[in-house]
Nanobody, 125 residues
């Protein structure tokens, strides 16, 4: 059974940091693109970051998090991380990890093959 399990969310003050983890089990995701998305109350799920292997290891970030968030992975642990620094109240959301086999259209939530259950991140002002 394939599972993606997120952890590391919580409550933090503005300007603080959190590191989210996404542990994959049931199969290896070494060739999958691994993405992070988030969904705030009343809003659609939006792209945050992705790591993939098009022409080597590549990363992509939403403009709203570029320079503050860093996505990485540990292949040996089958785990993807999202380091979030300089957090802002507008970063408050449920953060989801997702895996996609096809290395295209990675910024859209559609087409991802597997999703985690999400972890809540709350940033207080």
């Amino acid at each position: 059974q394939v599972q993606l399990v997120e952890s590391g969310g919580g409550l933090v003050q503005a300007g603080g940091s959190l590191r989210l983890s996404c542990a994959a089990s049931g199969r290896t995701f070494s060739t999958y693109a691994m993405g992070w998305f988030r969904q705030a109350p009343g809003k659609e799920r939006e792209f945050v970051a992705v790591i993939h292997w098009r022409s080597g290891v590549s990363t992509d970030y939403a403009d709203s998090v570029k320079g503050r968030f860093t996505i990485s992975r540990d292949g040996a642990k089958n785990t993807v991380y999202l380091q979030m620094n300089s957090l802002k109240p507008e970063d408050t959301a449920v953060y989801y990890c997702a895996a996609k086999k096809m290395d295209i259209n990675l910024r859209t939530r559609y087409g991802y093959d597997y999703w985690g259950q999400g972890t809540q991140v709350t940033v207080s002002s």
